[in-house]
């Protein structure tokens, strides 16, 4: 298992502590379930010592671009002087995640028309979504700690992630999903990395419910994004993309919004960015739902973010098919912090997104086309205009979900939509059941040509 650098010191200003959100009482230790001892609200950790210059920090993270040292090869252990310092002699679980590209989305601008539109794939990263960044942080204190078991509950991607990252430093793990309602693709992935997969006949809220009450009972280490090394390991995504736009923030960077974890990494992230002097404006932090398990969006509408409203969810993007989220707090002060919106979207136009997200030769899980179908609606508001540069944060991989994929080319979802209108039947692409004759398959090429179906979007 790979080493931090041999050569680099420990920086002793990356020294940690955990603080309560709400009472901001500090310690120097967390409990199993990650609640301050005193009030029960969830920790965050924070750093005493950051002593750094901005264009010091900057030279150092783009010579470790040079490097072939294991950390330095990982997208999230490159900004180790951001994050909590392992113990010097401790290892790092990695598979070299992060470093996801930042691509161009020339056909979306064109249909949102917004010229600066960017997609951070995070859906590249080792097990094909954005939790392996936090995973690899939060998996290197578990292994620290001496624990033998690591335990999550999941819509699907933090179980995949956790069992990849598990397996790779040595720890068993313990994996609690709802029975039915999260993708085979995720699935077999945590099968096949070796986890111990328990299917109950409850929804995801129920799942994370059940495995508080378990870590107060058994001796295993929580590795969902309660966990707040999870959280720190997401904010590289925010530093990877200061450097992928040479220090310029966009204007909005928009994200999808389940547990809330991820947002409240991103935006913890951009706050320390400024503080640091590493950029010189914040983004607009945006947080997309599913109309289906709004939960956040409700709680800024009608309880103005004081209290949470809890949703039944239910979406087929089972990723964030949450109604209680744990983060929401972190959430709700993100917001309201960069000034970002909170907006929900609904079944077909994250389908139509997906699709078109799709046919940039790109892709996406359905979760992650909340962004776009978010931002068509943000930018019919005015809060995004014409003039400005917003990143989408894809958050998990086409491949993923493919019975999703399948069933809107094939026409087998949305049906009840005659809701879905032509611009869902101009993406969809069936496959065609041909006899294998030549003739066949050039008058089917001659038909498509005719009707321009593969230039559909310009
Ligand atoms: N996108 C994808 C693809 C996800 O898997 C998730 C969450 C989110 C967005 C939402 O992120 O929870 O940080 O707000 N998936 C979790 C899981 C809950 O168990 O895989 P969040």
């Known amino acids: 298992m790979p080493h931090l650098a041999p050569t680099e010191h420990k920086p002793s200003t990356s020294t940690f502590h955990f603080r309560c959100i709400a009472c901001g009482v500090l310690a120097n230790s967390a409990g199993q379930d990650f609640r ?26 783009r010579e ?23 113990e010097r002699e401790a290892q790092v679980v990695t598979l070299r995640e992060g470093n996801t590209p930042l691509y161009e989305l020339p056909r979306c601008s064109h249909i949102t028309g917004i010229p600066r539109l ?9 097990t094909g979504s954005f939790k392996d960044t936090g995973m690899t942080v939060a998996a290197s204190f578990a292994r620290q700690a001496g624990y033998r078991w690591v335990a999550c509950a ?61 870590v107060r009972r058994a001796p295993v280490y929580q590795l969902n994004s309660i966990n707040p090394f999870r959280l720190e390991g997401q904010k590289t995504l925010a530093l990877e993309l200061g450097e992928q736009l040479d220090w310029q923030p966009p204007d909005h ?79 709700v002060h993100v917001l309201q912090a960069t000034g970002g919106a909170c907006e929900q979207v609904s079944e077909v136009e994250i389908a139509q997104a997906k699709a078109e997200i799709g046919a940039e ?58 809701q879905a209108g032509e611009a869902i039947s101009a993406l ?8 294998a004759t030549i003739d066949a398959v050039l008058g089917t090429l001659a038909k498509a040509d005719e009707t321009g179906q593969t230039d559909s979007h310009g």
Request: aromatic residues 6%.
């Open 36 to 61: 301050c001892s005193n009030c029960g609200d969830l920790l965050e950790i924070t750093y005493p010592a950051w002593t750094f210059s901005a264009a010091d920090l900057k030279s150092r993270w």
């Open 64 to 86: 470790r671009r040079t490097s072939n040292a294991s950390a330095d090869l990982s997208g999230v252990w490159r900004f180790r002087d951001l994050l909590p310092a392992l």
């Open 118 to 126: 960017y997609a951070k794939h995070q859906g590249l990263n080792p």
């Open 154 to 214: 999941s819509t699907g991607n933090t179980s995949a992630s956790m069992a990849a990252y598990a397996a790779r430093g040595g720890m068993r793990s313990l994996v609690l999903v709802p029975e039915g309602k999260i993708s085979w693709s995720k699935l077999s992935q945590a099968l096949d990395y070796g986890a111990l997969t328990c299917q109950l006949r409850t929804d995801f809220d129920g799942c994370l419910r059940l495995l508080q009450e378990l």
């Open 253 to 331: 960077i928009i994200v999808p919004g389940g547990n809330l974890g991820n947002s409240s990494a991103i935006g913890k992230a951009l706050l320390e960015m400024r503080d640091l002097g590493l950029i010189h404006r914040l983004p607009k932090l945006s947080i997309i739902q599913a109309e289906g398990a709004n939960a956040l969006v409700r709680t800024m509408r009608e309880a103005q973010g004081k209290r949470l409203i809890s949703v039944q969810a239910e979406t087929h993007a089972t990723a964030i098919r949450i109604g209680n989220p744990a983060s929401w707090k972190k959430a």
């Open 361 to 418: 030769g790109i892709g996406c899980e359905p979760a992650s086309a909340v962004t776009l179908a978010g931002l068509k609606k943000l930018v019919r508001q005015n809060f995004v205009r014409k003039d400005q540069t917003v990143v989408l944060v894809l958050t998990g991989n086409l491949l993923k979900d493919p019975d999703f994929t399948m069933e809107f080319h094939r026409g087998d979802s949305l049906r009840e939509a005659s």
């Open 428 to 435: 969809r692409r069936p496959p065609v059941v041909l006899d």
